[in-house]
Each structure stands twice: as structure tokens, then as C-alpha cells.
């Protein structure tokens, strides 16, 4: 068993929607989570970096840990076409380089 | 600020070869890690190097190895490569120490074995 399992999709979406983009966990020494972006034939890119349970906001996202069900997710609001790409869920102890990913989502949000 | 930049983008080889990859780590940062992503998978740690050493390394065989110079950049080797080596090759750079500081990837080296 992985990990890290990452809610599979693929997920395709109307503009304006809400995405909701799901990871459970199975180490509890995670104590970081990350969400990236990846586009087709790119890196990821981050998009949120949390430490504690809760809620981040950042623009249109918000991130949410849920340490006590070992349980992330990454919300989008009002979702656009740019918004097209795969997400992947990553988590870290304290060292950022040894990261654990889960295998993405792959999302589409059609105009 | 400069990003992490990697070369080739595009490789291709015959299964037994040996390949060198090569970053540049972000400016600022000390630490490289590698990661392996096969096609619909999410990244694989391969291993990390910090001070030019090695620094912890995931369930790759001895034929995947490394180095890292003294201007933090760095090469990933594998040799005697095989068909399942085939796969674009992250290199991500962080900050030793700085819980603040989370991966940042170059946009990889797309591996093609045959």
C-alpha cells in the first residue's frame, strides 16, 4: 500500500465550478503538506505549503489538513480553463528534498 | 531570482547505455534532490545531495548515482539502462534547514530507453 493515495479522476468541469481534489496518508511523521501544479511536458509548481490542520487560503484556493484523519484537500473556486492541469498531493517530515507524492489528478475545466 | 534549469530536455538511449543528466540549482538554495516520474505516476524520490554528498536515497538500485559541485548544481548517472528507466527526470532544489523553503523543480528530462 502506497503512502500516499490521491483521489484518481480523471475530473472534468464546467468554468465556475468547484473543484475538490482529495489525499489520505498513512505516515504520521508527515508534518508538511504541499499541493503542485503540472502541466503538460513541465515541472510541478507549488501552489499551497501547510504545516498545522486547518484551513489556507491563497486566492481562488484553499488548502485543508485534517492531521486526526490523516485527510488533505485542495479546493478551487471559480475554476478556469487555465486552471487545466494535473495536481498532485505531496507530504514531508522536515526535510523537503525527500518529499512523498501522491500520482495526481488530472483535471479539466471546460469553457 | 533564477530557477532551476536542466539539460537535456529531451534524451533518448538503448537499453544497456549510460546516461548523465544535468541542474542548475535555484539561486539561494544548497540542497538538490532527484526524483523519477513515470508517465501517470507522481514523482519518486531517487536521492538528495547536500555538501556535495549524498543525503538520503529512496529504493533505486547503486546503478542510479550522483554528484554535486561545489556551485550546488548537479548530475544524475544511470547507467546500464533499462526499459523501465524510461521517464521524465525531476531535479528540485531547496534550502537546508528552512522549513520555510519546500521543493522547487526544474521542468525535468524526458528519458526515452529502447
Known amino acids: 500500500q502506497k503512502e500516499v493515495e490521491q483521489d484518481p479522476g480523471p475530473l472534468s468541469v464546467p468554468e465556475g465550478a468547484i473543484v475538490s481534489l482529495n489525499c489520505t496518508y498513512s505516515n504520521s511523521a508527515f508534518q508538511y503538506f504541499m499541493w503542485y501544479r503540472q502541466y503538460s511536458r513541465k515541472g510541478p509548481e507549488l501552489l499551497m505549503y501547510?504545516?498545522?490542520?486547518g484551513n489556507k487560503e491563497d486566492g481562488r484556493f484553499t488548502a485543508q489538513v485534517d492531521k486526526s484523519s490523516k485527510y488533505i484537500s485542495l479546493f478551487i473556486r471559480d475554476s478556469q480553463p487555465s486552471d487545466s492541469a494535473t495536481y498532485l498531493c505531496a507530504m514531508m517530515g522536515t526535510n523537503a528534498g525527500k518529499s512523498t507524492f501522491g500520482d495526481g489528478t488530472t483535471l479539466t475545466v471546460k469553457p | 531570482e533564477t530557477g532551476v534549469t536542466q539539460s537535456p530536455t529531451h534524451l533518448i538511449k538503448t537499453r544497456g547505455q549510460q546516461v548523465t543528466l544535468r541542474c542548475s540549482s535555484q539561486?539561494?538554495?544548497?540542497?538538490v534532490s532527484w526524483y523519477q516520474q513515470a508517465l501517470g505516476q507522481g514523482p519518486q524520490f531517487i536521492f538528495q545531495?547536500?555538501?556535495?554528498?549524498?543525503?538520503g536515497r529512496g529504493n533505486f538500485p547503486p546503478r542510479f548515482s550522483g554528484l554535486q559541485f561545489p556551485n550546488y548544481s548537479s548530475e544524475l548517472n544511470v547507467n546500464a539502462l533499462e526499459l523501465d528507466d524510461s521517464a521524465l527526470y525531476l531535479c528540485a532544489s531547496s534550502l537546508a534547514g528552512d522549513l520555510n523553503s519546500p521543493l522547487h523543480f526544474g521542468n525535468g528530462t524526458r528519458l526515452t530507453v529502447t
Open positions: 545531495y547536500y555538501r556535495e554528498e549524498e543525503n
Open positions: 501547510t504545516y498545522s490542520s
Open positions: 539561486s539561494g538554495h544548497n540542497t
